[in-house]
């Protein structure tokens, strides 16, 4: 009988071990699962933030482009505002002249 009861208790211990074994297989698969899962959600992560990053270059160089243009947009406009002020008394001289000569045809009609 004692024979028959130590390989009960064998069987059993096995049987045990097994299904602890079993356990920790499955927690491990588990985790194995739960960590592929987080880095294939970081990889996703990283991928957007470069993407965004990338679209916030391509804005920032579109925008330094636009400054740039307007920039010289503006100076070129003082320059034009400066030489029409330089020419300015030359065309008041001009359109004095004018108007004196006018003024001289018209007193010499009356």
């Known amino acids: 009988m004692t024979s028959s009861n130590g390989n009960n208790s064998d069987c059993a211990l096995r049987s045990g071990k097994a299904n602890r074994l079993d356990r920790i297989e499955a927690i491990v698969e588990s985790n194995s699962r739960a960590i592929q899962a987080m880095m294939e959600q970081q990889a996703t992560e990283r991928l957007k933030r470069e993407e965004e990053k ?16 307007l920039i010289q947009t503006q100076r070129g ?15 008041l ?3 004095t002249a004018i108007e004196n000569k006018v003024d001289t045809l018209i007193e010499r009609n009356q």
């Open 54 to 69: 990338a679209q916030h270059e391509e804005r920032m160089r579109f925008l330094e482009e636009n400054q740039r243009q």
């Open 77 to 91: 406009i003082a320059n034009l505002v400066s030489s029409l002020d330089e020419d300015r008394p030359t065309v």
């Open 93 to 95: 001289r001009k359109l």
